[in-house]
């Protein structure tokens, strides 16, 4: 069955870095777009980074910008997000998230979230 299985949360000072993952599985991985979203308590969710099936092409937040980098690896079914520069703000759950659209059709796949906390 569809799996998203994010990993590499965790706590990290302001102004550290992480990597997240999030390994793919029962779905064909290379057909569809990945994105990075999260939430934090009380606010609504957000798109934080988005990639294109092949890898061609990414998109940020604003806020991000600067920041993040999403990457795919096709050949190991992963995404990853390497967040560097971080701030208190960042604070959430990130969600990892798989979608397409083919024919009218939308296919999306969402992960369990991996807690990411910026503290001192």
């Known amino acids: 069955q569809v799996q998203l299985v994010e990993s590499g949360g965790g706590l990290v000072q302001p102004g550290g870095s992480l990597r997240l993952s999030c390994a793919a599985s029962?779905?064909?991985?290379?057909?569809?777009?990945m994105n990075w979203y999260r939430q934090a308590p009380g606010k609504a969710r957000e798109l934080v980074a988005s990639?294109?099936?092949?890898?061609?092409?990414?998109n940020y937040a604003d806020s991000m910008k600067g920041r993040f980098t999403i990457s795919r690896d096709n050949a190991k079914n992963t995404v990853y997000l390497q967040m560097n520069s971080l701030r208190p703000e960042d604070t959430a759950v990130y969600y990892c998230?798989?979608?397409?659209?083919?024919?009218?059709?939308?296919?999306?796949?969402w992960g369990q979230g991996t807690q990411v906390t910026v503290s001192s």
């Open positions: 998230n798989a979608r397409a659209v083919v024919s009218w059709t939308k296919y999306e796949y």
């Open positions: 029962g779905f064909t991985f290379s057909y569809y777009a």
């Open positions: 990639i294109t099936s092949d890898g061609g092409s990414t």
